[in-house]
């Protein structure tokens, strides 16, 4: 926190708007689900380690759905484990944030055409915030794709009454 | 042991269920009738000469022409030799005995070329399907297969 205490360390009074504070709280602290399902979820984890250091964004993995916010959706959804992310998905609370992570999930990638296992993309089971394309995308991707949706946090009301 | 001896012995053992062989092929096959595979697998397993311990794989096939089969590839690990199987049946009527009893490993063997062909293999403890869902329609790796529509309301077609 080397900005606020060399700037305002004299009990200084901030101003904002309760949502960009809570926004910010929330982009800042986006709690990932800890799986993964093939290829992709390696260029995940090399995104974790240190070269690129996910959590510099407040991305801790959990491993339960009740303490997340965002599923990366990394690798090849076959039809027997869409049910399984379905579920999931319905496990997490909201306001909850779906990254579909590589060609795989998107749309179903090398799979498209003759394979009869393969989910052809998870929006056809869960909403999608974020695409990111690639196979596998490289962790830079991955970053470029969270900063996508802390964008989109960023934009969003947490008081105001929605529909 | 070359394949024309294990041949030989087999001839002169089964007789009839030893329909055909090829040697010049590039691992050369003995074909077997589909109703007697597991007698032949356990002499083959058991006879000390032979002492085929190991199944290296078990492939299920369609020739898309009605025919369907199994080919087994047998190694031994005592002797260093190696000899492959194939047995045949027709589309209307997909039984081959299991040879699960004979190698553990056939089990599950078994059960993927019962998945993706629908090959029934008789005398099997446990024939489920291995890959796909339990209640998947079709069996995907045969040739005239058509993928459904929708599977739990999921559509599966791109």
Known sequence: MGLLDQRFENGNVFITSLDGLLNWARLSSLWQMQFGLACCAIEMMAASASNFDIMRFGIIPRATPRQVDVMFVAGTVTIKMASRIKRLYDQMSEPRYVISMGSCATCGGPYWEHGYHVLKGVDRVIPVDVYIPGCPPRPEALLEGIMKLQEKVRKESMVKKRA | ?158
């Open chain 2, 1 to 158: 042991m070359t394949a024309q001896e294990i041949f030989d012995i087999l001839k002169t053992k089964f007789g009839d269920a030893i329909i055909e062989t090829k040697f010049d092929a590039m691992q050369p096959w003995v074909r077997i009738a589909p109703n007697k595979t597991k007698e032949i697998c356990f002499f083959l397993r058991d006879d000390s000469a032979l002492q085929f311990d190991y199944l290296s794989c078990l492939s299920g096939m369609d020739y898309n022409n009605g025919t369907f089969g199994v080919v087994y590839h047998l190694a031994s690990i005592v002797h260093r030799h190696k000899i492959v199987l194939k047995t045949f049946c027709t589309k209307d009527n997909l039984h081959i005995q299991s040879v699960s009893a004979v190698w553990g490993t056939a089990n599950w063997h078994e059960r993927e070329a019962f998945d993706l062909y629908g090959i029934i293999f008789d005398e099997h403890p446990d024939l489920r399907r291995l890959l796909m869902p339990d209640d998947w329609e079709g069996h995907p790796l045969r040739k005239d297969y058509k993928v459904q529509e929708f599977y739990h309301g999921m559509k599966v077609p791109y």
